[in-house]
């Protein structure tokens, strides 16, 4: 079976920039099968690229390739890297969007020489694409580079345990939908959920409330989401990144 490499970027697609990707790729590795993750990722969005990709990555069979180029600091004295974890391998910069795959048991990072000639602005094309192909190919790890130490890690804030049971936490991404989606894991049985004074129950479907509704229900990555049924709830309610979002036992008189 071809190894498969995804590619997951912040480059839109309006310039041809993943086209250029795509062609290193192929030509270094015809039988590659490519799986765009998504290049929607707002510019230089370190944070949702990550968040992205954890939700992903594992669902991808074993000697799958991941590529992630979301890279503010392209050109800096970041560190270019590729990762091995988990069966699978990971090719991107250190600057904390490969952390879904850093803390796994069996983990394995080494450090990219940037070729002669490389582009200061386009290591995706020119450093990231061919060591992707090198380790569809069958390339060990090692190969590549040298073992490299320290990766920059970024993790989603945990929640907070309130004195009273309740559980602070937060909004950390909102979806195409205008779904916020926050670090609450769900589902949580005998619990609400609150956004400032606004109290909602916890439901297991969108279906549970009419179109137009605000809901909070567990979405599919086993964190709880608040959502308008057809609509857009970070529009409605003015949900951002970091927004406070309190899960509280319910009682009697909620």
């Not at 309006?14 to 990707?21: I, P």
């Amino acid at each position: 079976m071809p190894a498969i490499v995804t590619l997951l970027t912040d480059f839109g697609t309006a310039d041809g920039y993943v086209a250029q990707m795509k062609g290193v790729l192929l030509g270094l590795a015809p039988e590659v099968t490519i799986v765009d993750v998504t290049h929607e990722v707002s510019a230089q969005d370190v944070d949702a690229a990550r968040l992205v990709l954890e939700r992903c990555w594992r669902r991808f069979p074993p000697r799958s390739v991941h590529v992630i180029v979301v890279d503010p600091g392209v050109g800096s004295a970041r560190a270019a890297l590729a990762v091995s974890a988990e069966q699978r391998f990971l090719v991107g910069p250190d600057n904390g969007v490969l952390s879904p795959a850093l803390g796994c048991a069996d983990t394995r990072v080494v450090s990219l020489p940037i070729p002669p000639g490389a582009s200061a602005t386009f290591h995706g094309r020119d450093v990231f694409a061919p060591a992707a192909a090198a380790l569809a190919c069958g390339v060990p790890l090692e190969a590549l580079g040298s073992p490299y130490e320290n990766p920059v890690i970024r993790s989603t804030p945990e929640p907070v345990r309130q004195d009273d049971g309740a559980m602070r936490g937060e909004v950390i991404t909102i979806d195409r939908f205008g779904n916020a989606i926050t670090n609450l894991r769900g589902p949580a049985q005998g619990f609400g959920v609150w956004v400032g004074a606004l109290h909602l129950p916890l439901r297991h479907t969108y279906a549970e409330v009419a179109p137009g509704e605000t809901i909070a229900l567990t979405g599919s990555s086993g964190l709880i989401e608040i959502a308008v049924r057809e609509g857009n709830a970070a529009r409605r309610l003015a949900l951002t990144r970091g927004t406070t979002v309190m899960l509280r036992p319910e009682g009697p008189s909620t």
